[in-house]
């Protein structure tokens, strides 16, 4: 079967229905460019590509009926494309902020106990500490254990019940949102980051106790390989719940994404 021979049934779908696919391509690929996994500057822009495709095969049988452009023109076109982008990145981004949250904790944890220095290569283009590589590692693993693809399917049919297909969403229920999911995000992080936090401080009121008893001995050189060393058996046993407690909110994020919105 050649190409053009595999189009061939969709040329019977008529005008309208085309421009509605192209607009529910819209918000499925905003919102599969921000997913955890399928969004990663690692992953190659083929693979995004295919991915935002097929979820939009599996979404487009439920949302053919809203998604009818037939007659529209040219500006009416652009703006239900532009709206639906909207939707969808509204949506990504409610997932996003908790890779946000791993990265922060991870960020939090390494510059408490002095080893944010450790750099290595991650999943994202910026550098982040090995601790935020980890965790995010972990993360994604975690959420397509879960189902992440089948959430965020089921996320997709639901979201044109809070924001209706070719329509914008209202920009103070979009403040709103933002602020509990940005709230809730560095919630998490400071949730995941707190036991580092607790050992860094209990580590330098140690070491400023030990200075003061004796001020000839050099504490930071001594006390340096002993931070380190408890950072990485503190990660060792923090991050099974610390990731348990991550895909808890991950569920309950992918179960209501638009949480905020009346």
Do not use: C
């Not at 239900?80 to 996003?96: D, F, H, N």
């Not at 209202?170 to 709230?183: L, M, N, T």
């Amino acid at each position: 079967m050649t190409a053009l021979e595999a189009l061939a049934p969709f040329a019977a779908l008529g005008e309208g229905a085309v421009y509605g696919a192209v607009a529910v391509f819209a918000r499925v690929g905003a919102t599969v460019a921000l997913l955890p996994g399928f969004g990663e500057t690692a992953l190659p822009a083929r693979v995004k590509l295919g991915a935002a495709v097929v979820f939009t095969m599996a979404v487009w049988p439920l949302a053919a009926p809203l998604a009818d452009l037939a007659g529209a023109d040219a500006a009416t076109l652009w703006l239900t494309v532009a709206a639906e982008a909207v939707a969808g990145l509204i949506l990504g981004l409610s997932v996003r902020m908790l890779i946000f949250a791993l990265q922060l904790a991870g960020a939090v944890a390494a510059q408490a106990t002095s080893v944010a220095q450790m750099f290595g290569e991650g999943l994202t283009a910026d550098p982040q500490p090995a601790f935020s590589n980890l965790l995010t590692i972990a993360g994604i693993a975690l959420a397509f254990a879960l189902g992440l693809p089948a959430y965020a399917a089921a996320a997709l049919v639901g979201s044109y019940e809070v924001i209706p297909f070719g329509t914008f969403p209202f920009g103070g229920d979009v403040a709103h949102w933002g602020a509990r999911r940005v709230g809730g995000a560095f919630a998490t992080a400071i949730a995941i980051a707190t036991p580092f936090m607790i050992t860094a401080f209990g580590y330098y009121l140690a070491l400023g106790a030990i200075n003061k008893a004796m001020p000839q001995l050099m504490v930071a050189f001594v006390g340096a390989p002993a931070i380190t060393a408890g950072a990485l058996l503190l990660m060792f046993l923090a991050a099974p719940p610390a990731i348990s407690l991550w895909g808890a909110k991950l569920t309950t994020v992918l179960l209501d994404p638009y949480g905020a919105f009346p």
